[in-house]
């Protein structure tokens, strides 16, 4: 299943009590303050895993917890530090404290980890309160509460090209042919119910990557269909792909309902690098690849015969 949003609760470490506590030795009648210092509390931390493409692993778990800080002793012995919580997620993920829009952490690169709640520092052992005033100070410090919060987590897809169209355009027919991702193919609308990446490869060693969203129709942005659940993941593509069938009889207003639903979505989306793909070129032999009617670039090809595939990713790996 593919999760990309999820609310957790997360509970840093309280830090350890300091210690009071004196020397005592036989041959050593008055020893001085030797409490030691309590130990930090775990901290909560979230990594980027390059390994993990969903929330999915992390769903059930609604509360995480790390471990409190070990007091601190006599004999200068300092508290152990508690353990900290790693939480594993995908590239692309973003944390918020709940019900705000202030970002704590954008993980986009593999392994990129931040502390989400700090653990408690641990208290001060009566040790380092000794003054030449003070030479027997009975106190000591408590360790400081972790921090802790309500957190939201989302995953925000990171690809170079998302392909955006109706539902049936060829959208997944094309991600398979390019890349060795598999998703489902079918004569209907809505075959894909959640996005699929694939990667590109072209050249000797380059590649790209490619996000292949569930179709968009009329209203997505106000929820219907399956669209705007999966219009956040084309919000961090780099180019936007607009697939029309070569069919269409009407391409010009499929490309405007297209884009409206992403404006109306995020108006920033006006601002990607965007051109059109008309697709099944082997059902309508008519279009040729100067024909365009649009702004916007065109480009032609077919999924089924090859035609114009090679075209299609050297004009993307240019446009990166
Ligand atoms: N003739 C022909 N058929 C194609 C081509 N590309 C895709 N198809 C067919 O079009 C239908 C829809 O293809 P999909 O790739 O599932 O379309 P989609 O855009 O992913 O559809 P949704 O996931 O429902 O949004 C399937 O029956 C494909 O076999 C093509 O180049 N030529
Ligand atoms: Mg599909």
Same mark, same amino acid.
């Given at each position: 299943? #593919?999760?990309?949003?999820? @609310?957790?609760? =997360? ?73 900290? @919580?790693?939480?594993? &997620? ?6 918020? /404290? ?15 980890? &931040? ?13 380092r309160f000794k003054s030449s005033t003070n ?32 539902? *049936? ?7 398979? /042919? ?17 996005? *699929? ?7 000797e060693y380059d590649s790209f990557v490619m ?25 961090? *593509? ?11 009889? *009407? ?23 965007? #051109? ?8 309508? #032999? ?7 009617? #649009? ?19 050297? /004009?993307?790996?240019? =446009?990166?």
């Amino acid at each position: 299943m #593919f999760i990309d949003y999820t @609310v957790v609760e =997360l509970l840093a470490g309280s830090g350890g009590n300091g210690s009071v506590h004196f020397r005592r030795e036989k041959f050593v009648p008055k020893g001085g303050p030797d409490g030691g210092d309590g130990g930090r509390g775990g901290h909560i931390i979230l990594r980027a895993d390059s390994n993990l493409h969903t929330l999915q692993d992390i769903r059930y778990q609604k509360k995480y917890k790390a471990e409190n800080g070990g007091s601190g002793g006599g004999s200068r012995k300092t508290g152990k530090n508690g353990a900290d @919580v790693y939480i594993s &997620v995908p590239m692309g993920t973003i944390i918020k /404290k709940e019900g705000s829009n202030d970002i704590v952490a954008d993980l986009v690169e593999n392994k990129q980890s &931040v502390i989400v709640c700090n653990g408690g520092r641990g208290g001060k052992g009566n040790l380092r309160f000794k003054s030449s005033t003070n030479q027997t100070p009975r106190k000591a410090q408590a360790g400081k509460v972790g921090e802790s919060g309500k957190f939201e987590i989302e995953l925000k897809i990171l690809a170079d090209v998302g392909l955006v169209g109706l539902p *049936n355009a060829g959208k997944s027919t094309l991600l398979s /042919k390019l890349s060795s991702a598999r998703p489902k193919i079918a004569n209907y609308p809505f075959t894909t119910l959640e996005p *699929n990446l694939g990667i590109v490869k072209y050249g000797e060693y380059d590649s790209f990557v490619m996000a292949d969203i569930p179709g968009l129709i009329e209203g997505a942005s106000m929820g219907k269909g399956l669209g705007h659940k999966f219009l956040r993941h084309i919000e961090r *593509n780099k180019i936007l792909m607009f697939l029309i069938e070569s069919q269409d009889d *009407n391409p010009m207003e499929t490309f405007k309902t297209l884009n409206e639903e992403l404006l109306n979505f995020n108006p920033d989306l006006a601002l990607k690098k965007k #051109f059109i793909c008309r697709t099944k070129e082997d059902t309508n #032999f008519e279009l040729s690849k100067e024909w365009s009617m #649009f702004e916007e670039e065109v480009v032609v090809i077919s999924s089924v015969t090859g035609y114009g595939l090679a075209e299609l990713v050297s /004009k993307i790996s240019n =446009l990166l």
